[in-house]
């Protein structure tokens, strides 16, 4: 266990504005008030946003070569969580008076009714300001549910929530991390519609716990808000991070000893009085360092070989989150070869956990770890087979990616 946190301040930490993410950057309506004044101050981005935005445009939009099937899980998957994006969903005002529990005692019931919930690790840490975004760069999802264009359809009468561009603060001290399993033999398909159904549904998945367990805390009568795919004020790598769920890694997720790479997050943040998990040093810079794999295999070239390099007055790896998005646009697709590839990531049996073990505890073993992992499971990612009921019909149709 690390005692302090796992990962390298080298500066001051600045807190990172929402509106600087790929994905707020794409939702921009070009000639809006908010997109001429984005680019006014960002004037190098205006090219690279407006093809962005032609990822989420080719969901919903298209002539007779869509794939009407990858469309339908998109918008089965991705759409439906904003209901719980809403201001009275992810918060509210907490009942009164608010239950007392040893700390210890409270933050054994709140892990526990997250797992019960559906996620399948659940840790507490400390909520440091740095890890709030420092303005709103997303927009509410209203009318139809679409946040790109030509889909939003402006503020309801009456919405109290942030809007974009509004300066955040957020005063609970603590955070929840909730981390939710991908089912690996969908993720493994690479770029497909399979990887669009498995990640939107964790991420449904998610965004319905963060905001049940949310309201389980104010109903103890403390404050609580949850952060989710849809509604975000805080970063949750790093505040995964800080509660102990893993450690950051080269491809820019945090691998868990138990879940390696493929898990997707969601946060609650609260005033609830919560005993707090210790971060955890699992040696992942070391290993990265001697690994690679994830660099290797990513298409787009948006993970980096090679050493880390200063990032907001942290030591790690900087992505390219523009090359990212941009290859899923090409593909029609999200991607998830770099949480299959990565050697942690591996079902949770006694060999494997071993494995792990021995990567943690014996430092001089890791290089040897990761060219086995080449050797047993091959240096090259090959992407597994649709399942049935994905394939056929649909538009075209995907079944491996020529790299």
Same mark, same amino acid.
């Given at each position: 266990m690390a005692k302090g946190p796992a990962y390298e301040i080298i500066g001051e930490i600045s807190r990172f504005d929402e509106r600087d993410t790929v994905f707020s950057r794409e939702a921009l309506v070009p000639g809006s008030a908010e997109e001429i004044e984005y680019h006014r101050r960002n004037p190098g981005l205006s090219e690279v946003d407006a093809r962005l935005s032609r990822f989420i445009i080719s969901k919903m939009e298209g002539g007779e070569d869509v794939d009407r099937l990858a469309r339908a899980v998109y918008e089965s998957h991705f759409i439906p969580p904003a209901a719980l994006a809403l201001p009275g969903m992810v918060d509210g005002d907490p009942e009164s008076p608010g239950i007392e529990w040893d700390r210890e005692d409270a933050s054994a019931r709140i892990k526990e009714f997250g797992r019960r919930l559906g996620a399948d690790d659940v840790r507490i840490g400390p909520l440091r300001k740095e890890w709030v975004y420092s303005h709103r760069g997303s927009r509410q999802f209203f009318g139809e549910g679409y946040i790109n264009p030509p889909y939003f359809r402006g503020i309801p009468e009456g919405y109290s929530g942030r809007l974009y561009g509004d300066e955040i603060e957020l005063d609970h001290p603590s955070a929840i991390s909730l981390a939710f399993r991908q089912d690996r033999d969908m993720t493994a398909t690479g770029s497909s519609r399979a990887v669009d159904f498995e990640v939107g549904r964790?991420? #449904? @998945?998610?965004?319905?716990?963060?905001?049940?367990?949310?309201?389980?805390?104010?109903?103890?009568?403390?404050?609580?808000? #949850?952060?989710?795919?849809?509604? *975000?004020?805080?970063?949750?790598?790093?505040?995964?991070?800080?509660?102990?769920?893993? !450690?950051?890694?080269? +491809?820019?997720?945090? =691998?868990?000893?138990?879940?390696? #790479?493929?898990?997707?997050?969601?946060?609650?943040?609260?005033?609830? /009085? @919560?005993?707090?998990?210790?971060? =955890?040093?699992?040696?992942?810079?070391?290993?990265?360092?001697? +690994?690679?794999?994830?660099?290797?295999? &990513?298409?787009?070239?948006?993970?980096?070989?090679?050493?880390?390099? !200063?990032?907001?007055?942290?030591?790690? $790896?900087? @992505?390219?989150? !523009?090359? &990212?998005?941009?290859? $899923?646009?090409?593909?029609? *697709?999200? &991607?998830?070869? +770099?949480?299959? =590839? &990565?050697? $942690?990531?591996?079902?949770?049996?006694?060999?494997?956990?071993?494995?792990?073990?021995? #990567?943690?505890? =014996? /430092?001089?073993?890791?290089?040897?770890?990761?060219?086995?992992?080449?050797?047993? *499971?091959?240096?090259?990612?090959?992407?597994?087979?649709?399942?049935? $009921?994905?394939?056929?019909?649909g538009g075209r149709t995907r079944e491996s990616i020529d790299r």
């Open positions: 964790i991420y #449904a @998945l998610s965004a319905l716990v963060s905001v049940q367990l949310a309201r389980f805390i104010r109903a103890l009568g403390w404050k609580a808000r #949850a952060h989710h795919l849809r509604n *975000y004020l805080v970063l949750c790598v790093p505040v995964a991070v800080d509660a102990g769920i893993g !450690e950051l890694a080269r +491809c820019g997720y945090i =691998v868990s000893r138990s879940l390696g #790479a493929d898990f997707r997050l969601a946060t609650v943040t609260t005033d609830m /009085p @919560l005993a707090y998990d210790a971060p =955890v040093d699992l040696g992942m810079r070391d290993f990265c360092s001697k +690994c690679e794999k994830c660099a290797i295999n &990513c298409p787009s070239g948006a993970i980096p070989r090679g050493e880390m390099t !200063e990032v907001r007055g942290i030591r790690k $790896w900087k @992505l390219n989150p !523009e090359a &990212c998005l941009l290859y $899923w646009g090409r593909t029609g *697709y999200t &991607c998830s070869i +770099c949480q299959t =590839v &990565c050697p $942690w990531t591996k079902p949770d049996n006694i060999f494997h956990r071993s494995v792990a073990a021995a #990567a943690v505890n =014996v /430092p001089w073993i890791r290089r040897a770890l990761a060219l086995g992992d080449d050797i047993v *499971y091959g240096a090259r990612f090959r992407p597994a087979r649709l399942p049935g $009921w994905l394939n056929g019909a």
